[in-house]
């Protein structure tokens, strides 16, 4: 079944030149892009996001490094998609991430770590109605 997933190219990411590179990497794995708008957004927008890591030691250095500069938010479409872009990403700690990851590739820590990806569908539902409107999903 084709299913949906939600995806944010980070701000170090774009800083660092890597969207085109990052972007041929999800064409290359057969995601079909749905919608895409690169952004600024606010800190409120980053906080109202992650509310779920709210109250976490890590939370107000994750919102101010995400409202830091540009972003690529994109909704990403193919069978199996969510599993399959979180493995394409690699761990969250690009320490600890395979060979071959986007995460391994482009990220330099545990918070700067290039992509985001949704970790189930309940949260891909949330973080695309969080950015996207109905008629842009077409
Ligand atoms: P993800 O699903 O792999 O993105 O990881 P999480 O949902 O656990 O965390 C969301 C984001 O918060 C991560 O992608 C990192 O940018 C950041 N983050 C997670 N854990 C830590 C941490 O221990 N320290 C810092 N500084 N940032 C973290």
Not at 24 to 47: G, N, Y
Not at 52 to 68: I, W, Y
Not at 81 to 104: Q, S, V, W
Not at 119 to 137: C, K, R, S
């Amino acid at each position: 079944m084709r299913q949906r997933t939600f995806s944010i190219i980070k701000p170090d990411a774009v800083r660092n030149g890597a969207t085109g590179a990052i972007l041929a990497e999800i064409d290359k794995a057969a995601f079909r892009i749905v919608a895409i708008r690169k952004q600024t957004i606010s800190k409120p927008q980053a906080e109202g996001f992650y509310a779920v890591h709210q109250g976490k030691p890590f939370f107000d250095g994750l919102c101010d490094f995400m409202s830091s500069g540009p972003l690529v938010l994109m909704v990403l479409e193919k069978e199996n998609a969510i599993a399959d872009l979180r493995k394409l990403m690699g761990a969250t700690n690009p320490a600890n991430a395979e060979e071959g990851t986007i995460r391994k590739r482009f990220a330099a820590s545990i918070q700067e770590n290039a992509i985001h990806g949704s970790d189930g569908e309940d949260t891909a539902a949330f973080e695309i109605g969080y950015w996207f409107a109905g008629y842009e999903l077409i």
